[in-house]
């Protein structure tokens, strides 16, 4: 069954430094994995998808994720935190055998503070 | 383009009470789904339909029911509310590989 783990609950960065959020997956099967937002009191937003095309996926707002089938892991990153970026972010994965996104299993979240 | 709408934003219940969380879209979309929010769990699928007429269970399904009469609207209701149930609800809808969510509704059960 396909799954996802994300490590740490809560990243604190300071503004202007390296954001690096970790995903991990279990999939039997090539997954299709995303990133979402949440702002407070939002409904989520796509960051950005893998789909198995190029590894190095790039989304909105200058996040991008790498996907290592090596490691199972599927980060995400940004060069230089803004004040903006403080928000909960959950990576997820489609349940194998759909490949539409209406039965996603989200990761327990990371919620990400930005230090001025 | 109101994208996912979800009425009410916020509700106490009381234990036992029944209620509907409403949900539309207006992007014509096929698939729907249902997911609740609590905190350090994520979000966990309820339920979900493929149309109009087609309905399945998620990972969380008891204790709640869905219709889908109509492509736009996916209601979700609460038959007998339990304390449990607390939490933060959402719809979304979506197309291909992307899904698009609802502003989400607080419900407390108190």
């Known amino acids: 069954a396909q799954s996802v783990t994300q490590l740490g609950s809560h990243v604190s960065v300071s503004e202007g430094a390296l954001v690096l959020l970790r995903c991990n997956y279990s999939s039997s099967v090539p997954p299709y994995l995303f990133w979402y937002v949440q702002y407070p009191n939002q409904g989520l937003q796509l960051l950005l998808k893998?789909?198995?095309?190029a590894t190095l996926?790039?989304?909105?707002?200058?996040?991008?994720?790498?996907?290592?089938?090596s490691e199972t892991s599927f980060h995400?990153?940004?060069?230089?935190?803004?004040?903006?970026?403080?928000?909960?972010?959950?990576c997820a994965v489609i349940i194998s055998g759909y490949s539409s996104a209406s039965k996603i299993i989200f990761g327990s979240g990371t919620r990400l503070s930005i230090r001025p | 383009n109101a994208?996912?709408?979800q009425t009410p934003k916020f509700q106490v219940l009381k234990t036992g009470q029944s209620m509907t969380l409403q949900c539309a879209q207006d992007m014509n979309h096929e698939y729907m789904s249902w997911y609740r929010q609590d905190p350090g769990m994520g979000l966990r699928l309820i339920h979900y339909s493929v149309g109009a007429g087609i309905t399945d269970q998620g990972e969380v399904p008891n204790g709640y029911n869905v219709s889908r009469s109509t492509t736009e609207d996916f209601p979700l209701?609460?038959?007998?509310?339990?304390p449990s149930q607390t939490s933060v609800y959402f719809?979304?809808?979506?197309?291909?590989?992307?899904?698009?969510f609802g502003q989400g509704t607080r419900l407390t059960v108190v």
């Open chain 2, 3 to 5: 994208g996912v709408t």
């Open chain 2, 77 to 82: 209701r609460l038959l007998s509310a339990a």
């Open chain 1, 57 to 69: 996926v790039k989304g909105i707002n200058g996040f991008e994720a790498e996907f290592k089938k």
């Open chain 1, 76 to 90: 995400l990153t940004k060069p230089s935190a803004h004040m903006s970026d403080a928000a909960e972010y959950f």
């Open chain 1, 50 to 53: 893998y789909t198995s095309a």
């Open chain 2, 91 to 100: 719809c979304a809808s979506s197309y291909k590989l992307e899904a698009f």
